[in-house]
Nanobody
Framework: QVQLVESGGGLVQAGGSLRLSCVAS????????MGWYRQAPGKQRELVAR???????NYLDSVKGRFTVSRDNAKNTVYLQMSSLKPEDTDVYYC???????????WGQGTQVTVSS
């Protein structure tokens, strides 16, 4: 079973930036479309950004132009560069693969992002 470890979250003021990282334990990472998800308490987890094994990216409308997803297959790592952060970006952020029927790997612990106004 692939293990995912997210890091890089923190407390930042509105307008600030953070870079999240997610390391996968298995090389199978490299053939998977990877996604960054976020979840607020009491809400559904939503897909924020995704990147295919070939580097094609897609974003949630609310983060387009502010977030950039990238990956380093040699390091089994996916990144999320977050800029111009807003208080509504406050959430726990997770990574996982992206499948038509939903993510298939166990969730990691996530990383908390808190944006103060």
């Amino acid at each position: 079973q692939v293990q995912l470890v997210e890091s890089g979250g923190g407390l930042v003021q509105a307008g600030g930036s953070l870079r999240l990282s997610c390391v996968a334990s298995e090389n199978i990472f490299r053939i998977n479309t990877m996604g960054w998800y976020r979840q607020a308490p009491g809400k559904q987890r939503e897909l924020v950004a995704r990147i295919t094994s070939g580097g094609t990216t897609n974003y949630l409308d609310s983060v387009k132009g502010r977030f950039t997803v990238s990956r380093d297959n040699a390091k089994n790592t996916v990144y999320l560069q977050m800029s111009s952060l807003k208080p509504e970006d406050t959430d726990v952020y997770y990574c996982n693969n992206v499948r038509n029927w939903g993510p298939s790997w166990s969730w990691g612990q996530g990383t908390q992002v808190t944006v103060s106004s």
